[in-house]
């Protein structure tokens, strides 16, 4: 018998508490159910620095989110959409893997808006997956109006989306297995 | 007679002490020679906050970045490429902007990359550019292999590359006027 | 005085007769009105061939496309999003254009799609004109659920795509003249 | 036992006697070694029409064309980049598959330029493989400087280039045998 997969959540908000954290922990939910090992950066709790500022270099925070993108087999990356790509906060997090953390593991990708739906931020991180040599599933998720997407209490609100979450962390877990 | 124009230099190298922050410059020093007045955000002296950091809303720095973003014509951005596209700290510069400083604004994009030549940076930066309603020059320009590129004195050794970069400097300052 | 400028039409649909060539005569008729002369591609009555298809070469439409072209001081591109970016029949179109009828003349960008809003198809066709050394306007138009898009007698239901497309137009026609 | 996989190439350029031809022969002939079923679409012996030319959609090499995608289990694309992304050949190509033909199945992206390197083409064939919901291998191949790329035997003279082949050829044989 194997190990069961670890899939890591990465999110291009700032903080968890955010739609795009939220999107993480309903997709780890989900693999969670299946059998996965779930683990989620705290941004907020422990700020990676920008690449290039004083100190980066042997910053513990960095130590510790690379030790932790080490570990796993699976990735999900939820970003906000700003001026038409991922966030700063996204790009830099992911600016601090490298093809150690990243070649031949399964990335699922998320993508919200203020707006109206639009696929340009998952096209450039796709881009990005495959320059580290990452597999991206071909299923992935926006939502769009983000701020009209959730019920009150946190569930999703189209009912088509909800059920494209759940192919979406199904693929991830079962393809995650099939190319490992 | 008019004002002349003022050009603002964003650098995707946290350090302007950097290949990026030297094409900034050599390209301001051209635009100067045409009259252009020339600024550039310094990022290392005043740092800008990620989007959506404690306090990130009302920050100095992002106060001071804004200001001299309203008073720019032009400007030029130049990135390392890191995994396929932008820096992080190039896109958490470009979030801090909005339509209101860049609408009907002209930009002129350059892209640096350790190994060989690529646009891919520079097809995202030009994609976030239309985003917030401003024009991109035709001409770009990619430093392949940016540890060699430049002589010990600073001069680009590509002759080819010296020649495109006074092509693009013009074509920036030249358009800038028209389409102010 | 100057001579008007010219705005000429290639539309991503074979037939001029679809959604994509009504967008260039309601374009076109806006800038008409302006003062533009408006020439379009017919590519049904004047079919391209292939690029690489026997006798492409010295093809009589390819020299007829290609003197249209020259005489062009600016272009509207609309073309329909299949998976994921533009159409054949556009990506053909666009081969056949070279520097010569391009090179630092003005394009606007018009996608439309079957299903909801996306700009993948804009910003690959915004990545195709850079490399011909265009100039693309900052405004662009998408027209979503197509089929829907337009009254019996062929207008615009969407008021707000209505005046984007005002919008557009204008700033078609005048950027032509300050660029040209 | 299961059955072998089969490999079907689509070419970019109109004629299979290409650098583009010629790299799907290279990729195809490792892959049958390592015991797959291989297959190539002739566009010029068996001319696709243009999405929306009249017949087309009762056209015979359509239905050839069609039958023989639905047979394959994974894809090799081989297009020259023209303008800054794949030809129009490529394009009208993949216009004519559609998800029955491609979901879940495995690509593999080739490109191959006049000039210096560069992935736009692969990328955006990359976003449209995903649209139709298909699986890219991570790895890619760039064929630069394409007239003098292979020998008088066609033989391809960077050694890089050649064991990155073997790479790609054995990724694409092995993960589509995970992945079906």
Known sequence: MTDPIRIMGICGSYDLDSANGHMIDLVLAECKEMGAEVIVWDNKANPLPFVGEDGCWDHDNVKLYKSMADSADAFVLSSPEYHGTMSGVMKNSLDWLSFDQTTGK???????????????????????????????????????????????????????????????????FNNTQKLR
Chains 1, 2, 3, 4 share one sequence.
């Open 106 to 172: 399964v990335f699922g990708l998320i993508s919200t808006l203020g707006g109206q739906s639009n696929t340009t931020t998952l096209n450039h991180m796709r881009t990005v997956v495959r320059w580290i040599h990452g597999w991206v599933i071909p299923e992935q998720l926006v939502v769009s109006n983000v701020k009209n997407a959730f019920s009150d209490d946190g569930k999703i609100l189209d009912s088509n989306l909800s059920k494209r979450l759940v192919e979406f962390s199904t693929s991830l």
